[in-house]
């Protein structure tokens, strides 16, 4: 996996790539096909929350459908509920916004002030008495409850532990991904904010395989930037694109740029891109399931069996809806639109190949320092595949390319799965509503399709927004 461990190391790292590619300069021959350059699509500009504000929604939202389930099992007998277990859940879902506070603290630049440590120690004194009420809250739990009961309580720390390893923050991993410069800032700062507090992202110039394999060339970089690096204002001035003598200037809404980089810096900026996407996805999966595990499963549990009467089939389809519409909210946060669209202008730039077994023609070696146009044909591992991008640099038979091209090759593709889940999951608590008899359930359903008309407002919004951006850039590109 081409991910940088350390900044310095850039080099052997894109050589490890090479060979497990079987990628040589020295013998490889490189064939100049006259592909002309892509041209990217503007990224409409849509309003996003901040890690706070999200961290808030969703935390509202868990509170919210945590009393529900309650009420759904105990009716109006809330004198009868276990005040220590809900105790111990809040504290559970407050471990989010605890996190983030701390974080923002000791990401901090100024360490030497009085309110920097001032802040250090009420949000220390903050995390103490989370521990203190979680561990006396869970103390209490299991006088009252059988221990095998109270495992179930435990459960998630072990699959956190299995998923993520030792680490207190799920969102950073210690590695350095380099992108290249035709992404926009909001990517970069995505992929920024998803690694540790005290690793950044960069950005990768178009460089020539001659600079990866020999030490004696180096990478002209542009005046205006000596480290060959483009500044986030640059990059910002023109939505992440580059061309080649420059910069383009937007004077139009219909200005774009030409975009084109090197074969091997396309197929490492999208193994950067698909390691930062299955971890996003890993955590994804993972806070959804917890939340609805915490949030509508384990009152489900600890409830009083022994005289307690209630709706299994509602409380289940309770926990259902906690984790599905958890599972878009964070999907909307941490996979929004810019960087879906990031990961299509990799996509683009990667192409895919598909098997050839027609009829037999004369093929060209596939060579990795070539972009290969649409419809070429190559052999490469004793088969012969025929390309279906218009820019075509992925490795042949590799699987994972194919799937980040599936998935990629459409901005709208994964935005269009996401609204049709959420209108399905919209229509069927309509259907559930119109036959809800009880008020328990009148007062579930209604209280929860409020997350969700926000969910599906925000998901058809991105995709209008997305969707009426390419129908403009095709004209404008009809146009010229």
Same mark, same amino acid.
């Given at each position: 996996?081409?991910?940088?461990?350390?900044?310095? @190391? @850039?080099?052997?790292?894109?050589?490890?790539?090479?060979?497990?590619?079987?990628?040589?300069?020295?013998?490889?021959?490189?064939?100049? /096909?006259?592909?002309?350059?892509?041209?990217?699509?503007?990224?409409?500009?849509?309003?996003?929350?901040?890690?706070?504000?999200?961290?808030?929604?969703? $935390?509202?939202?868990?509170?919210?459908?945590?009393?529900?389930?309650?009420?759904?099992?105990?009716?109006?007998?809330?004198?009868?509920?276990? +005040?220590?277990?809900?105790?111990?859940?809040?504290?559970?879902?407050?471990?989010?916004?605890?996190?983030?506070?701390?974080?923002?603290?000791?990401?901090?630049?100024?360490?030497?002030?009085?309110?920097?440590?001032?802040?250090?120690?009420?949000?220390?004194?903050?995390?103490?008495?989370?521990?203190?009420?979680?561990?006396?809250?869970?103390?209490?739990?299991?006088?009252?409850?059988?221990?095998?009961?109270?495992?179930?309580? =435990?459960?998630?720390?072990?699959?956190?532990?299995?998923?993520?390893?030792?680490?207190?923050?799920?969102?950073?991993?210690?590695?350095?991904?380099?992108?290249?410069?035709?992404?926009?800032?909001?990517?970069?700062?995505?992929?920024?904010?998803?690694?540790?507090? /005290?690793?950044?992202?960069?950005?990768?110039?178009?460089?020539?395989?001659?600079?990866?394999?020999?030490?004696?060339?180096?990478?002209?970089?542009?005046?205006?930037?000596?480290? !060959?690096?483009?500044?986030?204002?640059?990059?910002?001035?023109?939505?992440?694109?580059?061309?080649?003598?420059?910069?383009?200037?937007?004077?139009?809404?219909?200005?774009?740029?030409?975009?084109?980089?090197?074969?091997?810096?396309?197929?490492?900026?999208?193994?950067?891109?698909?390691?930062?996407?299955?971890?996003?996805?890993?955590?994804?999966?993972?806070?959804?399931?917890?939340?609805?595990?915490?949030?509508?499963?384990?009152?489900?549990?600890? @409830?009083?069996?022994?005289?307690?009467?209630?709706?299994?089939?509602?409380?289940?389809?309770?926990?259902? /809806?906690?984790?599905?519409?958890? /599972?878009?909210?964070?999907? @909307?946060?941490?996979?929004?639109?810019? +960087?879906?669209?990031?990961?299509?202008? =990799?996509?683009?730039?990667?192409?895919?190949?598909?098997? +050839?077994?027609?009829?037999?023609?004369?093929?060209?070696?596939?060579?990795?320092?070539?972009?290969?146009?649409?419809?070429?044909?190559?052999?490469?591992?004793?088969?012969?595949?025929?390309?279906?991008?218009?820019?075509?640099?992925?490795?042949?038979?590799?699987?994972?390319?194919?799937?980040?091209?599936?998935?990629?090759?459409?901005?709208?593709?994964?935005?269009?799965?996401?609204?049709? $889940?959420?209108?399905?999951?919209?229509?069927?608590?309509? +259907?559930?509503?119109?036959?809800?008899?009880?008020?328990?359930?009148?007062?579930?359903?209604?209280?929860?399709?409020?997350?969700?008309?926000?969910?599906?407002?925000?998901?058809?919004?991105?995709?209008?927004?997305?969707?009426?951006?390419?129908?403009?850039?095709?004209?404008?590109?009809?146009? !010229?």
């Amino acid at each position: 996996m081409p991910v940088l461990r350390k900044t310095g @190391n @850039n080099k052997a790292a894109l050589r490890q790539t090479f060979e497990r590619n079987g990628h040589f300069a020295s013998t490889q021959q490189v064939l100049n /096909f006259a592909i002309p350059p892509l041209m990217h699509k503007p990224t409409p500009d849509i309003p996003m929350m901040n890690f706070l504000q999200f961290e808030l929604i969703l $935390l509202y939202y868990l509170i919210m459908a945590m009393v529900i389930q309650y009420v759904n099992i105990y009716k109006a007998n809330l004198y009868v509920m276990d +005040y220590h277990l809900l105790l111990f859940i809040t504290i559970i879902l407050l471990r989010r916004v605890g996190w983030l506070l701390l974080k923002q603290t000791l990401a901090s630049e100024v360490m030497h002030s009085l309110a920097y440590w001032s802040k250090v120690a009420m949000k220390t004194l903050l995390l103490v008495c989370m521990f203190f009420f979680c561990f006396w809250s869970f103390y209490n739990v299991m006088q009252n409850s059988a221990i095998e009961d109270v495992l179930f309580l =435990c459960y998630p720390f072990g699959v956190y532990l299995w998923t993520f390893g030792f680490t207190l923050n799920p969102y950073s991993h210690s590695v350095l991904f380099k992108l290249g410069t035709h992404q926009s800032e909001h990517v970069q700062d995505l992929v920024t904010n998803n690694t540790s507090l /005290f690793h950044q992202a960069v950005t990768l110039q178009s460089v020539s395989l001659n600079t990866i394999t020999s030490h004696s060339n180096r990478h002209k970089s542009k005046p205006s930037d000596t480290n !060959g690096i483009l500044s986030k204002k640059d990059i910002h001035k023109n939505n992440g694109h580059t061309i080649g003598n420059g910069m383009a200037k937007e004077s139009d809404k219909c200005a774009s740029s030409k975009c084109s980089m090197s074969p091997d810096i396309v197929r490492y900026e999208a193994e950067c891109l698909r390691t930062d996407f299955n971890l996003r996805m890993k955590q994804i999966l993972f806070n959804s399931l917890v939340s609805a595990y915490y949030v509508a499963f384990i009152p489900v549990k600890f @409830n009083q069996n022994g005289w307690l009467y209630y709706d299994i089939w509602w409380a289940t389809q309770h926990i259902i /809806f906690v984790w599905l519409n958890t /599972f878009i909210l964070l999907m @909307n946060f941490l996979v929004p639109h810019h +960087y879906i669209d990031g990961l299509h202008k =990799c996509a683009i730039h990667l192409g895919a190949w598909k098997k +050839y077994k027609g009829q037999r023609e004369t093929p060209h070696v596939w060579s990795p320092l070539t972009i290969w146009p649409q419809a070429a044909l190559v052999r490469h591992s004793k088969g012969l595949f025929r390309a279906t991008g218009r820019h075509n640099t992925a490795v042949p038979g590799d699987n994972h390319h194919a799937r980040f091209y599936y998935i990629f090759k459409s901005p709208l593709r994964l935005l269009n799965w996401l609204v049709g $889940l959420q209108l399905a999951s919209v229509l069927y608590q309509f +259907y559930v509503l119109t036959g809800s008899t009880y008020w328990y359930q009148c007062l579930s359903v209604l209280a929860m399709s409020v997350i969700n008309y926000f969910l599906l407002f925000r998901l058809l919004r991105e995709r209008w927004a997305v969707q009426a951006t390419m129908e403009e850039h095709a004209i404008c590109c009809n146009q !010229g």
